[in-house]
């Protein structure tokens, strides 16, 4: 640890002399496209809504202010928070048309659990699920979509005092931000092609409605599809999306937005590889040692096109739909309040039909078939207060505020193997599927009765909260202070059994201290102390008797960080721009529920003291004139150890101890042919991973891009992802339940702006 820690002193004193010294070189910022004009209506925006940030404006990989930090629009430097924010022109250089391949080089401390899903790792502890416009989204149903997303913000830490009921994991949270309505008429088409016939096309729309002397509407209108094949015979893609926004000012103070979309997928990407099982370590059928883990390694008959069934036999047909409404009323000079409704439902239709685990020999595979039916509906509420007070020498911003959130759950769904008339085994050495005909072709209502699970909950969360921000020495020193109190309830319904069971209702409180020091006015240097709570999970210990379960209730567990960082956000000259940020954080998860000695020699549920997280990390980035062109480049590093409660020798499920990446890019913008044209590449490395009973190893990603203008409205882009063309194994849940990274895929971009 001591060794580990000294070579990340010596690397963060590097990494910051570097930084610190091109703050000094006589280079400068690129100069801004955005308009004197533009540049007054945005002041104007800003001032009437301080609950809102676009990155409309923005140029080059950096983003600047963020809603992530407190709800209220502000500076990267005002906040003391880790928060990484990934730009729209990030986006669009990697042609990304999944969350996971933004989050793979615009910042630091996240990486992937799963290939599906919202579902990553930050810092060491699992984030499964996402927000979007703050708003939390159902995990596991495969709602990742990028057609109308302007911006991704990873706050980094407990987020529950700034997020209310929507975070409650200790890493953090990702907030994808939807594009907001201009005041400039915009069109953009964009037409992407790759291999295995994916064709996906997204279309943006945006611009003034209407305009009056005190009044003004704005829309957008985004229509997306995908379509693609797949390489094992039990996958495709098949997404459709039609959303918007409108916008409307009544005069100088007050305006109403809504969202809406509506986004439809009936592919199916799932756990489809399997694991080589003769030389792991298995034991019990494919449950390595808990003392010697083995190192993950496809089969050899886990090839691109393997496949546990055919595409007939397995299916998503998943329907996600919402809609938003946000009132922003300025009531005096110095003050302003908002309100924000949300209504979503997910509709999630599935056959999960899978391997599930290797036998010893190695090629037979044990199946399941898992129909499932979700429906989830859910109702989200916020007010919020801001107030300024300005004094000779001080300036102190207040908040206070309420959200409730709503939920309404149904499930249906069966389990199905080979033990109680599931589909028979599959020898993967040379598949045969035909007695998955007579299987699925048998009447089979719900799928496995009696095994038929059909239960039901509601659940609601009820907080407020009150922070203050007070600025001092001409906003030289800002101290932050906040707290939150939670008041959840629930209940749920057996419907096989019709046993009703409420839950817990207990207040809880959390808090989010810090303290921001501006050095200069473009550079500052933080310290956070942030803690979020969740409930005792269901059921009690058994510590008192082997297996009587009459224990002590499960204790809450907390959620803890401890923050120290460095931010700058410099234009040295007119060339060059830096800005970034250094963090050095301590988190932890208490009250973990794991195996351990009861007394006796007998092994139960207990709770253990905590799972633990620490480490350094950072993102610096730069925009540079070079030449008859710009650079701009976005650079990330994390350093970190961890390990877990029932043995501090063990590090975390799906923490990686080490992560670096770097995305470059120059723009030709001299006149002629050349102008706009583009070469960039995106690299990132991580170390191995313990994840589900292995450790998944190490590996290298690497992709490159160019852009060329065909003309003043049409480029064309060509993305070349993977180069090392390597199945890259990220997750694992049995021996035969795995996913990978695709092999090398090259995207074509078409894309038309007008």
């Known amino acids: 640890m001591n060794i580990v820690k000294s070579a990340l002193g010596r690397r963060l004193l590097l990494v910051n002399a570097v930084f610190l010294a091109a703050c000094t070189v006589g280079f400068s910022q690129t100069t801004s496209e955005v308009t004197a004009s533009d540049k007054a209506k945005e002041a104007e925006v800003l001032k009437l809504n301080p609950f809102s940030v676009s990155g409309q404006k923005e140029v080059g990989y950096g983003s600047s202010r963020t809603m992530s930090g407190n709800r209220q629009n502000k500076s990267l430097l005002e906040l003391p928070t880790a928060i990484g924010l990934i730009s729209k022109e990030v986006i669009e250089d990697l042609a990304a048309v999944d969350v996971h391949e933004i989050l793979r080089f615009g910042v630091s401390g996240v ?143 007050t305006s109403v937005d809504f969202t809406a979309y509506v986004f439809q997928n009936d592919g199916y990407k799932y756990w489809n590889d399997f694991l080589d099982v ?56 110095n003050s302003n309040i908002r309100l924000y409704a949300n209504q979503s439902n997910i509709l999630d239709i599935d056959q999960y039909s899978r391997g599930i685990t290797m036998q ?3 090629y037979m595979m044990n199946r399941q078939d898992i129909p499932e039916r979700d429906n989830y509906k859910t109702w989200y509420y916020q007010l919020d207060y801001i107030h300024k007070l300005e004094l000779t020498h001080l300036t102190i911003d207040s908040m206070i505020g309420a959200d409730a959130g709503f939920n309404k759950n149904a499930s249906e769904s069966s ?42 909950s509601r659940s609601q969360t009820v907080t407020k909260y009150f ?8 906003e030289r020193v800002l101290l932050v202070g906040g707290l939150r109190w939670f008041s959840p309830s629930s209940r749920s319904t057996n419907y096989v059994t019709n046993v009703v069971t409420s839950g817990t209702e207990v207040e809880t409180k959390v808090h989010k201290y810090g303290i921001v020091v501006k050095l200069q006015p473009w550079l500052s240097v933080y310290y956070t102390d942030a803690q979020n709570m969740q409930l005792a999970a269901a059921g009690r210990t058994d510590k008192y008797k082997a297996n009587d379960q009459l224990g002590d209730l499960f204790s809450n567990q907390a959620g803890i960080n401890k923050e120290f960082g460095l931010k700058a ?18 988190m932890s998860l208490t009250n ?60 975390a499920q799906g923490f990686v101890g080490r992560k670096d990446s770097i995305m470059a890019k120059y723009t030709i913008l001299s006149s002629g042919a050349l ?44 993305n070349l992802n993977n180069l090392g063309n390597e199945r890259i194994i990220i997750a694992q849940a049995a021996s035969a339940l795995v996913q990978t990274l695709d092999p090398m895929r090259t995207r074509i971009t078409l894309t038309y702006k007008f």
């Open 111 to 253: 990486t992937q659990n799963q290939t599906i899903g919202d579902d990553v790792n930050i810092r060491g502890f699992r984030t499964n699920g996402s927000l979007r416009n703050g708003i939390p989204q159902k995990s596991g149903t495969h709602v990742n979509t990028l057609y109308d997303i302007e911006r991704a913000e990873v706050i980094k830490g407990p987020a529950s005092m700034v997020l209310g009921g929507a975070s409650t994991a200790v890493g953090g949270a990702v907030n994808y931000v939807s594009i907001k309505p201009t005041a400039v008429k915009s069109n953009t088409v964009g037409l992407t092609i790759s291999d295995l016939g994916l064709s996906r096309i997204a279309i943006n729309t945006m611009g003034p409605l209407y305009e009056a002397s005190d009044f003004k509407a704005l829309y957008r209108v985004t229509l997306g599809a995908l379509t693609a094949g797949r390489d094992k015979i039990c996958e495709d893609e098949k997404e459709k999306f039609a959303g918007g926004a409108l916008a409307l000012y009544f005069g100088p103070n």
């Open 360 to 362: 010893q020999n190695n």
């Open 415 to 456: 389990v199905n193997d080979v033990t109680n008339g599931g589909p028979a085994a599959l020898d993967m050495r040379a598949p045969d599927y035909s007695s998955d005909d007579a299987y699925f072709a048998k009447a089979m209502p719900g799928r496995g009765l009696p095994n038929l699970s059909n239960s039901g």
């Open 569 to 586: 956000d410099y234009r040295v000259s007119n060339n060059l721009k830096v800005y970034g940020s250094v963090a050095q954080f301590t």
């Open 278 to 333: 003769s030389n792991n370590g298995v034991i019990n059928n494919w449950t390595p040692s808990t003392t010697a883990l083995g190192i993950a390694k496809l089969n050899q008959y886990s090839t691109k096109s393997a496949s546990p069934f055919r595409r007939k036999n397995t299916g998503f047909h998943n329907t996600n739909s919402m809609l938003e409404l946000t009132l922003l009323t300025k009531l005096t000079n």
């Open 592 to 651: 973990v529920r794991t195996f351990g000695d009861l007394g006796n020699g007998v092994e139960g549920i207990i709770q253990s003291a905590k799972d633990n997280s620490t480490g350094w990390e950072g993102d610096i980035g730069m925009s540079a004139k070079l030449g008859d062109g710009r650079v701009d480049l976005v650079a990330t590093y994390f350093d970190g150890d961890s390990y877990i409660a029932a043995n501090r020798a063990v590090q």
């Open 675 to 718: 102008n706009g044209a583009m070469l960039g590449v995106a690299y990132e490395t991580q170390t191995g991973k313990r994840n589900g009973n292995f450790y998944m190893p190490a590996y290298d990603f690497c992709n490159i891009f160019a852009r060329y203008n065909l003309s003043k409205k049409l480029s064309l882009q060509v």
């Open 467 to 474: 922070q203050e921000n007070i600025s001092l020495f001409k």
